[in-house]
């Protein structure tokens, strides 16, 4: 079992940058695929990036491709999303989440551990 909290949100304008992390409890955390998903205000709760245990397969949503990095760091028990050229259609709260498989997924149905939220608001 894992648990994951998200840190690094804020207010931004739009063409700038933000990096979230996600850290992890437990000596497993290698072991679980991550994934960053969105809910923005109104809307449901949509994919946005995804990692496997190991850092080497990556998928993204085509809404952020070309402007957001996911990566990890197994020694740190940390998971990053930098956000480049953000966008006012960025603003939402940030989720990360945990499955327990080490291949990853862009469904949240695949999700059992999920953090609190960070928000990120893009100002125009």
């Known amino acids: 079992q894992v648990q994951v909290a998200e840190s690094g949100g804020g207010l931004v304008q739009a063409g700038g940058s933000l990096r979230l992390s996600c850290t992890g409890s437990g000596r497993t955390f290698s072991r679980y695929a991550m994934a960053w998903f969105r809910q923005a205000p109104g809307k449901e709760r949509e994919f946005v990036a995804t990692?496997?245990?190991?850092?080497?397969?990556?998928d993204y949503a085509d809404s952020v491709k070309g402007r957001f990095t996911i990566s990890r760091n197994n020694n740190k028990n940390t998971m990053y999303l930098q956000m480049n050229s953000l966008k006012p259609e960025d603003t939402a709260v940030y989720y990360c989440?945990?499955?327990?498989?080490?291949?990853?997924?862009?469904?949240?149905?695949?999700?059992?551990?999920w953090g609190q939220g960070t928000q990120v608001t893009v100002s125009s």
């Open positions: 989440a945990a499955r327990g498989f080490g291949y990853y997924s862009t469904r949240e149905d695949e999700y059992g551990y």
């Open positions: 990692i496997n245990w190991s850092g080497g397969s990556i």
